[in-house]
């Protein structure tokens, strides 16, 4: 195809025949060293597959402000059922459609392999003005963030990074969240059950759910929330006991599932029944906007129990679920419609010791993440329970004072004519990372046209790719 011999697409088309899964990167690490080599520049491969090359600034460059600029080689691997394509060896066979290069059945890797391609092309260019760089290319982002956790700060002066891992041409990200996921541990104390009764399945279904950080501002219900109330109800209102309580699957998912198992005494059947079906009405009107389709269902069951929660524990397991942080936490002042801070109770789980309940902690502002947990802690002191952070990650705080902002704003305005979008994101990026290492850091985040990454759906636009090198180029020129 024609594309494959233009520049940027070439390099694409290139490293689209190494498999580069999360985790398999040394193929596609070492096709980076002798590329550097071949063009007999500086290159450094660390042991976590990391690579950096180093490229002199062009002619009248040679003192400007050394840049970074940065991307992941890893790409995410999905394919469809109908393909028996083999990432740990098979090409991604590219396909193109008008505007759009898709891979066949697969996910593409523009995500993050334009992010290589636009490298690629600037180390192998004599023609390009452009300060010193410094290119990065991390390992393994899509799963847990390796590479950047392992880069060492010595291995780089630049004092400025460009991070081109963004997927929308014309938006220009300046800060992202950071994040950690909290456990608390509640012992069970357990009661035998006695006295004349059923037991019931409680069971909550129809949310729409979504990720935790860039969908929490929906308005979403979180499914381990609702039944936390529809059990406060039932325990202030009926004479019921809980034998388990669970929901969701990933942490930072909003859970659009949650179960409950319930002994109801004989006498109260009907009153219980009443009130589900009250609860129904409340949520269903609550929640018409965001989830129209939610339902509680409660279905008499065969299985018999013969323990359930003490008393005492089951009101600590309702008021965990109260209590515990939930949501949007606070709106940033200084971007529009940017959430701040959230947190999202993501996984509830009855063990035969004790019921976990997991949350999802993001905020852009690390004293606020801080608050969060100091917040979470206090429930599980106040109730009794376990509680750790863990998986902590690094958020990237807006800098009100930022030079290549300003470039690439100013830059923007020249090459297209209008005002680009100044964002935040409410999810983790590596930037986060670097800017822990390296607090001196002046950063931004952009990148062309890339949609439904992270699916075999997933295509790149070939103007927008085109479009957004040019403006990269005339930024790059600026620095001086
Ligand atoms: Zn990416």
């Known amino acids: 195809m024609e594309i494959f011999k233009e520049p940027i697409f070439r390099y694409f088309e290139q490293i689209s025949k190494i498999p580069r899964e999360s985790g398999n990167e040394k193929a596609i690490s070492d096709y980076l060293v002798s590329f550097a080599k071949e063009k007999k520049l500086e290159v450094l491969q660390d042991e976590a597959m990391n690579v950096i090359i180093k490229k002199p600034g062009t002619k009248g460059y040679e003192n400007a402000p050394t840049v970074i600029i940065q991307g992941h080689m890893d790409m995410v691997c999905d394919k469809n059922k109908s393909t028996d394509h083999d990432f740990g060896k098979d090409p991604i066979k590219l396909k193109v459609d008008g505007d759009m290069i898709y891979a066949d059945n697969t996910t593409l890797g523009g995500d993050d392999g334009i992010a290589i391609a636009y490298a690629l092309e600037l180390l192998a260019s004599d023609d390009i003005y452009h300060p010193p760089i410094e290119v990065l290319m991390t390992a393994n982002e899509e799963v847990g963030m390796d590479g950047a956790i392992a880069v060492d700060p010595k291995n780089l002066t630049g004092n400025i990074l460009i991070n081109i891992d963004s997927e929308e041409e014309g938006r220009i990200l300046v800060s992202c969240a950071g994040g950690i996921?909290?456990?608390?541990?509640?012992?069970?104390v357990w009661d035998t059950l006695k006295g004349d009764g059923r037991h019931y399945d409680i069971s909550i279904r129809g949310l729409k759910g979504g990720h935790s950080g860039s969908e929490i501002n929906l308005g979403r219900g979180n499914s381990n929330i609702l039944m936390g109330r529809v059990l406060k109800r039932l325990i202030d209102e009926v004479d019921i006991s809980i034998a388990s309580i669970n929901g969701g699957q990933k942490v930072n998912a909003i859970p659009r599932e949650a179960d409950a198992q319930v002994f109801v005494k004989k006498a109260e059947k009907e009153k219980f029944l009443k009130l589900i079906d009250e609860l129904n009405a409340i949520l269903k009107l609550e929640l018409r906007a965001s989830d129209p389709d939610v339902m509680i269902c409660a279905k008499e069951s065969d299985e018999k129990l013969n323990k359930v929660f003490s008393k005492e524990t089951a009101r600590k397991a309702i008021y965990s679920l109260l209590l515990i942080p939930n949501g949007i936490q606070t709106m940033s002042m200084e971007i529009e419609g940017l959430v701040e801070s959230s947190s999202n109770i993501g996984i509830v789980t009855t063990l035969d010791e004790s019921i976990i309940f997991e949350s999802a902690v993001r905020s852009s502002v690390k004293s606020l993440k801080k608050l969060i947990l100091d917040k979470s802690k206090a429930a599980a002191n106040l109730l009794g329970a376990g509680f750790e952070g863990v998986a902590d990650y690094?958020?990237?705080?807006?800098e009100p004072d930022s030079k290549i902002r300003e470039l690439f704003e100013k830059g923007y305005k020249e090459f297209y004519g209008e005002e680009p979008e100044i964002v935040a994101i409410h999810a983790g990026l590596e930037c986060g990372l670097f800017k822990e290492k390296m607090p001196h850091l002046d950063m931004v985040s952009f990148g062309p046209n890339i949609y439904d990454a992270h699916t075999?759906?997933?295509?790149?636009?070939?103007?927008?790719?085109k479009r957004t090198w040019e403006y990269f180029l005339s930024v790059?020129?600026?620095i001086k």
């Open 181 to 188: 996921t909290t456990k608390q541990t509640l012992p069970i």
């Open 394 to 398: 690094p958020e990237w705080q807006y």
């Open 456 to 465: 075999p759906n997933e295509h790149m636009s070939i103007s927008s790719v």
């Open 476 to 478: 790059l020129k600026k």
